[in-house]
C-alpha cells in the first residue's frame, strides 16, 4: 500500500487514548455530535466525569487533554470540559481522567489522599472534577521555570492553586477545606494557614507537618503521553460515518475546497467547530451533515507578532491569547501597548472559567456575538482598541474593523473568521510639547462572581489620549473610546456621542455630569430585559470611575472625588492606577485569604469524637464510587426523560411531537393511563401526590408523560420535540400568588404538629412604647443544586417484582409509593440507595416520583429503565424553598425590647402537599430564637398552581432566623439604636426560654447561647471592628462596610431509627441503618459508633475495629422502617441505633469473652467471633431506636459575626470575614460536623445573597441553568473563614453528649446580609446628604433577598454617581 493510501485509511478512524489506553474508533462508531463525557460515561469504564450541567458551568466533568506538538516535540496539557468537547476534535490526544489520576488499583494521586485527609470530600460528587483541575495545575506549574520549591512543594503558588479549582463548582464543603488540600502542595504556603485536617495535630512544627502528608513527587506526578500516540497520529481525523462528515482541513485551501463541496450539495447542513464551549450556551441539539474543525490550520491556530500589532488566529483558544498577550508585558513594546495587553489579559482571565477558555476559541466568541448577539467579554474590550477583523466568505477575504463585523447583519454559516488583529498603541507625537501626555486603557464588568463563571450584567472598556496643559490645571480628552456591551444591544456598541462630547475638552465635574446624562440616553437596555435601570447605572459607574482620576476636584470637596487622597492634578498614569484601585475596592484578594478552625474533640468515647476522615473519600475522589448514574446499564436497558407542562393549569388534549416522523430512538411514551395501580408520585404521612397529570396539567413543569428511547440523549431530544395540545377552555384561572390563593381560599390544611402561641399579643403591644403595624416582607425561593441531578434506575425481576436504585433520602417512602402505583404488594419492590451527590431535602419527597417513574415504565416495558434528568428539567420541576409573604406587627419599648409580635404569613406551598405541613412548626421553631415577649401568627399553607415546595435544608427555619433579624433591623432603625443592642436585649433568658420552648429548652447548663454569644464578640474582636468600619466608611465614599452579630437557636426533633449490625465469621462487621449518606458523613459517624459499641467488649482495639466496619447500602427489604433522612438528626439517631445493636451482641458475647479470657488471659476479636460462630450465637441484631418522648426535641446554638464590604458603583458585595462559633455538644465527628458548618453556612450565604430562582407570568421557572442560577463559589465565600466547634460536655439526654450541625448553621448567614444592610445603611445616609436631605431615613429600607448586585445598587442609588456630581457642583 501507498503511503497516500496509508494515509488516508489512518485517517479514517480515530485514535486517542484514555488514561493511557488506546482507543480507535472506526468511521461506523462514530456520531460526530457524541460529547467526550457520553463517550466516556457510556462507553468506557471511567464513570468519574459527572455530568453537573452539561453545559460548561460546574467543573464536574473535567478531564485533563494531553495533545503532543510533533515539532516542538512538547506535550500541552489543559482541562477542559467533556460535556462540551466532541469526541471526533480529539485525534491523537491523551485524555486522563480521575482514575487516571490515581485509583484504588494502581494507588491514588496524592492530591486524592490530601482531599481525603483535609476532609474536602463529602458527597464526593464533585470531587473527581476538583482532583482533576488541581491535577492539570501541578502538571503545569511543574513546567514553568522557576526555582526549585521545598522538597515535597510543587512549583505551584497559593494563588495558582486556588484559581486552579475556582470554576468548579461544589454545593457541599463551602470550599474552605479543598482550597486547603489544594493549597498544601503550593511552594509559597504558610502551613500555619491550612485548615483543620487529619494529618497532623495543633502545635506540630511545619516539618512534621509536612512528614505527616501524602509524599508528593514532582517528577512522578505528570501524566505520561502515551508513546503510540506519538508516532501515529500526525493530524485530525477526516470521518464520514454513517451520512455525516467530520473535516479537520490542515489548510485554508483546504478549508475552501471541502465549502465549495459542501455548497455544492445543496440542502446539506454544516457546522464549523473549534471548542464547540458554544454549545453550552446555545444547547444546539440538532445533528449536522459536515462538521469542519478549524484548529489544524496553521493560520488559524497561530498568533503572529510584528511591528502592527498582534494577530490572534480564530481557532486559538482564549487561554492561549491570554499567555501570549501576558508575555508582552514583559516585551521591550511600548508602554501603552503593554496596557492594552496586560488589561485584555486580566480582562479575559475572568471569561468563564479555565477548563472552558482552554477549548473556548477567541473567534468561536465572536463569532457568536456576530451571529446570535451572545453578550460577549471579549468584542467589548477589544472594540476600543480598534481591533481588525479578517474574514473569508467564499473565496473572498476580507479585512473589516470589528466595529463593522459585528455590525453587518448575521454572517452565513459559511462565513469564516480567520483572525483578529490587535494594534499597536502609542501616544503619537501630534500633541504640542507645551502639554504631558498620557495613554490610559481600562477594562470593567460587573458580575455576579469576580473570577468569573458569570455572564456580566455589563462589560465596558474605555481607551484614552489624556493630555495636561502645563499652564492650566485641566486634562483634556484627545482621543476618547468608550465601548459598552452585554446590555442587551445586539454589540457591543462604542457610545459615540459621549465621545465627541467629551474630546477637546477640559475635563471637569460639570463635564462628567453632562456625560454621565448624555451615556443614560445612550447606554439604554432593551425593553424588557432584566435589570435594565441597574445596567445603565452601572455604565454611569464605569465612566464615572475612569474619568474621575483625572478631574482636578476643587479643595471644599472633601477627599476630591478620590476616596481618601488629594485629587490634584493627576498626571502620573500610576497614581491613577492607585485611585483606580481605591475607587474599585479591589484592596482585598480576590480568594479565600485565611481561616481558622479551633476545635475541641474528646477522647470520651474513642474513636467517636476524632475527627475519622470519611468513608468512602478516597474512591469519591478518585471517581470510583458508584452513584445511581455510575452502576453499569444493564442488557435492554432503556432511559426515560420527563415531558412536562408548560402551562399552570390547562386540559391536556394530547401529546405529539415537532419532527414529521417519530423521534430517534423512541420507544414508548408512558403517560397516567399505563399505570397499573394509583397514579401516584409520592404517598407519604403529609398527603399524597399523583404521578402524571390526569387530564389537567396543575403547574408548569407538572410530569404529563415519560419519553423512553434508547439512549438518554435520545429520550431527552425526544421530549424537547413534544408538543403538548392544550385547552384552556372553561377552565377557571391559575392561582399563581398567595393573594389569590387567599382570595379563591386555597389552602392546604394543617392536621398536625401545629405550633404553639406564646402570651398575650394584646397585654404584650399594651405593654409596648412604639409599635410597627403590618409592615411586609416577601422572600423567595431557592433552588437545592445538588450536583448529582434526580435519577434512578428499575430493573424488573422475576415474579412481578422489582429492584429500583434511587438517589433518595427516603428510600421506604420510593418503595411504598412505588408499590401503590403498581398495584403489588411492597415486598415486591426491593428500592436500594448507595450514595447521593447531594441531597438538602431535595431528594426527599421530590426523588420518589422520578423513581415511581422509572418503574412505572419498566413494568410496563419489562425492561431496566433508567433516568438521569438533566439540569434544566430539575430545575424546572424541583420546587425548591417555599417563598413565603409575611406581615408582622410589633410592639417594643424605648430600651429595643420587644413586648410583642405577631405574624401573618403566607406559604406557597405549591399545588401538592409534600411536606408543606411541617413548616409553620419549623417556622415558629426557629422564629422563637428571641424573647418575643408575646408571640402570635396565623400563618396560612395556600395552595397555588406552581410547582410543589419541598424541604430544603433548613425548610423555614431559614425564612424564619431571616424574619426574626428582619423586625430586629426594623426595630433598631426606628428607634436609632444599635442594631445590635436590640439583638442582645432580645436574646432569651433561661426563664424565657422555658417560655418558648417548653422540655426542649433542657438544663440550665445546656443553654450555652448567652456563653457564645460573648465569646464570639471576643474572638471576633467585634466591637474594635466596628470602631474600625466607622472609620473606613468615613474615609470611603464608593465603598462602605458594615458588620453585624447574629445568633442561631433552633429546634430539632430526632425520629425512630432502625439499624442493623451483623459480624461476619471473619470478624469482619456489616452495618445497616436508616439514614441515607447524601455527604453528611452518616456513615463515617455510624461507623466509629459501631467500633466504639462493639469495643466495649474488649476495652481499646477499637481503631482496628473501625477498619472492619463496612456500613451498607440501604435496602428497603433488607432493614425496614428507614423513614426519610433530613432535619439534621438522622446520623445521631442512626448512630444511636447502631449504638443499641452493638451492646446487644456485646451482651451476647460477654458469657463467651469471659471464658475464653479465663482459659487464653487474651482476648483477640477474630477468635472471639469464631467461636461465637462455632457455638451458635446470634450475631446480627438489629432495632427500632425510639426517642424517649420528653427529651426528642431540642435545641441548638451558635452565633457569627460578618464584616462585608460594598461597592456603591456596582452593587457588589465582598464578605470580608466570617466568625462562627457553634455548640456540637460533643462532636461524633468534628471533622464532620466542621463540614457541616461550613457548608451549609455556603449554602445559605447562595441563599441571602446570589441565588435568585423565580418563574415567569405562568409560574414556568426561568432560572434552568447555570448561566442564570449563581451557587457560591471559591471567589464568593468568606475572605477571612474563621469556625469555631464548642465542646459544651455533658448532654445526658443526647446521643453521645452529641448535637445536630446539619441545618442550624445555614441560617447563620443571615449576618451577610444583615452586614450588607448596615453597609448599605451607610450609603443610603451618604447620599441623603448629598440630596441634601435628612439622614433619618437611610436606615428604614428593606433589603429583599437574594441581596443580589443589582438589589444592592439600587438600595445604596442607581443615581448615586449624579447625585454626588450635583452635591459636588453645587459645593463649589
Ligand atoms: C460556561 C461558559 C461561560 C462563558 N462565559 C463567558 C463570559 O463570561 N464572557 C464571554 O465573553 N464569553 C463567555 N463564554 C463564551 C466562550 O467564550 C465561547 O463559548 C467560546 O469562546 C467559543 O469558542 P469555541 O471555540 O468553543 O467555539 P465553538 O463552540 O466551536 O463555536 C461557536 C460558534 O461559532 C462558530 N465558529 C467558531 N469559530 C468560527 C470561525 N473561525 N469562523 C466562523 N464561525 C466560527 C461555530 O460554528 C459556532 O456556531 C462562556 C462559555 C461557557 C461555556
Ligand atoms: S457537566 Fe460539564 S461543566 Fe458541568
Ligand atoms: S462534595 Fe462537592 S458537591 Fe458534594
Redesign the pocket.
Known sequence: MGEVAAEEERKQSLIFAINGERYELSESDIDPSITLLEFLRYRTPFKSVKLGCG???CGACIVLLSKYDPVLDRVEDSTVSSC?TLVCSLNGCSITTAEGVGNSKDGFHPIQERFVGFHASQCGFCTPGMCVSMFSALVNAEKRNRSKPRPGFSNLTVSEAEKAIAGNLCRCTGYRPIADACKSFAADVDMEDLGYNSFWKKGESDEEKMSRLPKYNRNSSSPKFPEFLKKEIKAGADLTSKGYHWYSPSSIEKLQSILKNIEANDGTSM???????????YKEVEHYDNYID?KYIPE?STIVKDQTGIEIG??VT?SKAIEVLEQENVSDSPVENKTVFKKIAEHMEK??SGF?RN???????L??VQ?KQ?P???ATILLPVDAIVNLMVGQKLEKLTLEDFLGRPPLDSR???LSIKIPVWELTKDISSETDTMFLFETYRAAARPL?????YLNAAFLAKVSFCRNSTGAILNTCRLSFGAFASKHPVRARNVEEFLIGKVLSVGLMYEAVKLLETTVIPKDGISHSAYKSSLAVGFLFEFLSPLINAPDQISGGLCDGDNCYMLKDSSKIKENNYKLNGTKFPTLLSSSKQNIQSSDEYRPVGQPVTKVGATIQASGEAVFVDDIPAPGNCLYGAFVYSTEPLARVKSITFKSESPPVGITALICVKDIPGKNLGCTSVFGEEPLYADEFAQFAGDRIAFVVADTQKHADLAANLAVIDYDKENISPPILTVEEAVERGSFFQVPFAKPEQVGDFSEGMAEADRQILSAEIKLGSQYYFYMETQTALAVPDEDNSMVVYTSTQCPQIAQETIAQCLGLPANNIRVITRRLGGGFGGKSLRAVSVATACAVAAYKLQRPVRVYVNRKTDMIMAGGRHPMKITYSVGFKDSGKITALKLDILIDAGIFPDVSIVMPGAIVGSLKKYDWGALSFDIKLCKTNLPSRSAMRGPGEVQAAFIAEAIIEHVASTLSIEVDTVRSINLHTYNSLGLFYKSAAGEPSEYTLPAVWDKLATSSSFHQRIEMIEEFNRSNKWRKRGISRVPVLQEVTVRPTPAKVSILRDGSIAVEVGGVDMGQGLWTKVKQVAAYGLGLIKRGGTEELLEKVRVIQSDTLSLIQGGFTGGSTTSESSCEAVRLCCNVLVERLTALKEQLMEQTGTLEWETLILQAYQTSVNLSASTLFIPEFTSMQYLNYGAAVSEVEVNLLTGETTILRSDIIYDCGQSLNPAVDLGQIEGAYVQGIGFFMFEEYPTSSNGLVTTNGTWSYKVPTLDTIPKQFNVEILNSGHHQKRVLSSKASGEPPLTLAVSVHCATRAAIAEARRQLGLWNRVDDSNSRAFQLEVPAVMPVVKERCGFDSVQKFLQWTMGTK
Do not use: Q
Open positions: 453545559e460548561g458551568g462540551l457546522k464549523i467547530v473549534v471548542g464547540n464551549t458554544g454549545t453550552g450556551y478549524l488559524l480564530a481557532a482564549i471569561i468563564a472552558v477549548s473556548g476559541s477567541v473567534g468561536g466568541n463569532m457568536m451571529r451572545f460577549s467579554d471579549i462565513a469564516i473568521l468569573g463563571n458569570a455572564l456580566p
